[in-house]
């Protein structure tokens, strides 16, 4: 009889934490900013940051490394990573006059996981993953751009 009184119990707990149908939710967030905003303002921005923090620049005086030397520097870095994480996670936003189709939601993914590779760099002090992360990073703008690309901006 405890068996079951305990059982029941349980039952009914769980049944309280299932998932909750979030439609609803979804259907109110809205973003400030169009994609093409979201792009220029934040994820150009922080792109640049990562890319300008690995690799190195060539000149008749010689090679000058642009991998962050102090705190500051690296902190800056992986705040810029953790901005293409986010900024990943803000580009599947619906935006009421934009319709992306599904290469979209992919390529959005894609960046958030680059992101999180440039932080995991970051976080190491790891000039030459960053540099890799930075490359690949690249590459994922680039096969985005190739599809979504417009004359407007």
């Not at 520097?73 to 996670?89: F, K, L, M, R």
């Not at 440039?118 to 680039?142: H, I, K, P, W």
Request: charge should be negative; proline fraction near 4%.
């Amino acid at each position: 009889m405890v068996w079951c009184s305990a059982a029941l119990s349980l039952l009914v707990f769980s049944a309280g934490c299932q998932p909750q149908d979030t439609s609803s939710l979804k259907a109110e967030i809205e973003s400030s900013l169009s994609s093409d905003e979201l792009m220029h303002l934040v994820i150009e921005p922080a792109a640049d940051v990562l890319w300008d923090s690995a690799g190195w620049v060539m000149t008749l005086e010689g090679e000058t490394s642009l991998v962050p030397t102090t705190d500051e520097e690296w902190y800056s870095t992986e705040s810029a990573a953790g901005t293409i994480i986010a900024s990943g996670d803000l580009l599947k936003i619906p935006y009421p006059s934009e319709d992306r189709g599904e290469p979209w939601s992919g390529f959005a993914d894609q960046l958030s996981q680059q992101g999180r590779i440039a932080l995991e760099a970051a976080l190491n002090r790891d000039g030459d993953a960053l540099f890799q992360a930075g490359a690949t990073l690249y590459q994922s703008c680039v096969q985005c751009h190739d599809v979504y690309w417009t004359d407007q901006q």
